[in-house]
């Protein structure tokens, strides 16, 4: 059986993303986010299950998400498997897409590319401390 559990754009304010450390503070963040997914049940047990999601935002260093704000986006895609039907703790996931870019910084800060069930990235990753510090002086005013 398969099933559409896509979910409407949602959007968010001002949540403060713990993912970065940059040396100019925390980064908070606004944005939609887009998904369509399905689900596909064999005996009415979870065996797979695919999903793509777009993510636009902003961020800002301001809690109340004033001052200069940079853009970024996503754009990436998952599929799983479930190796026992309905035991989501069996499940192998591979990740494929651009998980993060932010357009001012070009290929500075940027993550694409595809995650291996087994944890193995096959990409670009760049989030080194040159990039950080230009992200902060975006982010500064």
């Known amino acids: 059986m398969k099933c559409d559990t896509s979910t409407p754009t949602t959007s968010y304010a001002n949540q ?3 993912d970065f450390d940059l040396p100019c503070g925390t980064i908070y963040e606004s944005g939609t986010v887009t998904t369509h997914s399905t689900r596909w049940y064999k005996n009415l047990l979870l065996v797979e299950r695919n999903a793509q999601e777009h993510i636009d935002g902003t961020w800002s ?3 109340a998400g004033s001052g200069p704000t940079v853009a970024f986006a996503a754009d990436d895609n ?3 498997t479930f190796l ?16 993060l870019r932010v357009p001012a ?4 800060f940027h993550d694409s590319g595809i995650n291996m069930a087994d944890g193995t990235h096959h990409g ?7 990039a950080k510090a230009q992200l902060c002086a975006l982010l500064t005013p």
């Open 124 to 130: 670009h990753t760049s989030f080194t401390d040159a």
């Open 78 to 80: 998952w599929h799983e």
């Open 16 to 18: 403060a993303n713990p």
């Open 105 to 108: 910084l070009g290929a500075e």
């Open 61 to 63: 260093l301001s809690p």
């Open 84 to 99: 026992v039907p309905g035991d989501l703790s069996s499940d192998s996931i591979v990740e494929h897409g651009s998980f």
